[in-house]
């Protein structure tokens, strides 16, 4: 049965956007549009919400969930990091705030036939926008050795890549590998910890071909970069993460904007010609409370850094 997502560190994300005055807030990863309610909930007629997410079977729950806020809401299918144009095509010229929750969201996990978890029989398929072409399953067709090492190495933080790999390789050679119980039982295979964990041996490298298939962390770079000359004086910027890897990009991209003039030190005068563009927020990350852990466990990972512009 497929559940509704609960938005995760809800009170956070509404402080650190601080909605007073605010006209247009972008949820550039809608999903089923949990904290666009409660932003048009806690603001004015005068605020409206623009909501992105590349998942068409979110926006339709989103659609239904948001109907009674009217006009207020205006839904997009598309990627966050193409936000200039789509801000251009809605001809909305700047927002004051830009929000991204970077989690898969509980229907796409609860859905057997996206092939997101590792729990549930589908198909490899792990496509946030299903018109696009890529699978997992061809990933692991199509790549050499070499390269879905590095994917599970880097994108997983897996420390067994090559093992796993040889495993996948050892299956393949049996039959087509094209199912998400199959390869997690070969996952499983190839961990060599005696002690029980926490985190499933497929837990990493289903979180590597889910960040390939859908070139994750490249579109955060670019959301990130394109959003900034779209963002008010004085607007905020929030992201929620859940692994290192999001996590490091968004507190690297926060604290390099931040800067000033970042010419050597010797440099007699300034050319390099950079200007702070942010002040950041949170200089630790805000994480979820008690409550919050106990009512929702997928909050555990997650982590919220804010940003506001400023024009120097």
Not at 19 to 47: K, S
Not at 111 to 137: C, I
């Amino acid at each position: 049965m497929v559940t509704q997502h609960k938005p995760v560190l809800k009170e956070e994300v509404l402080h650190f956007l601080e909605l007073n005055n605010r006209r247009l807030i972008v949820d550039g990863t809608l999903g089923d549009g949990g904290h666009t309610e409660a932003i048009l909930r806690r603001t004015g007629p005068q605020c409206r919400v623009l909501g992105i997410d590349r998942d068409a079977a979110a926006l339709e729950r989103a659609r239904k969930r948001l109907a009674t806020f009217g006009g207020r809401v205006i839904l997009v299918q598309g990627n966050y990091s193409d936000i200039k144009n789509i801000l251009s095509d809605q001809r909305m010229e700047a927002m004051d705030g830009f929000l991204l929750d970077l989690g898969v969201s509980s229907p796409q996990l609860d859905t057997a036939n996206r092939g997101f978890s590792f729990r549930q029989d589908g198909p490899l398929d792990m496509r946030m926008d299903a018109s696009q072409k890529t699978t997992a399953s061809d990933l692991l067709k199509e790549l050499s050795d070499d390269e879905l090492a590095t994917i599970i190495k880097e994108y997983g933080e897996e420390r067994h890549a090559k093992r796993i790999v040889r495993l996948i390789r050892k299956a393949q050679g049996k039959g087509p590998l094209e199912t998400t119980l199959a390869l997690s039982h070969i996952l499983s295979s190839a961990a060599r910890n005696p002690r029980p964990t926490k985190i499933h041996p497929a837990t990493k490298t289903f979180q590597a071909l889910r960040i390939a298939v859908n070139r994750e962390l490249e579109h955060l770079e670019l959301g990130l970069t394109n959003s900034i000359d779209n963002l008010n004086d004085g607007g905020r910027m929030v992201v929620i993460s859940f692994h290192s890897l999001e996590d490091r990009r968004v507190k690297n991209f926060f604290r390099d904007e931040e800067k000033g003039c970042v010419c050597p030190p010797k440099t007699p005068i300034c050319i390099c010609g950079h200007k702070q563009r942010l002040k950041v927020l949170t200089r630790r990350p805000a994480t979820a409370g008690p409550e919050e852990l106990r009512d929702n466990p997928r909050s555990s990972s997650a982590k919220l850094r804010a940003a506001e512009r400023v024009y120097v």
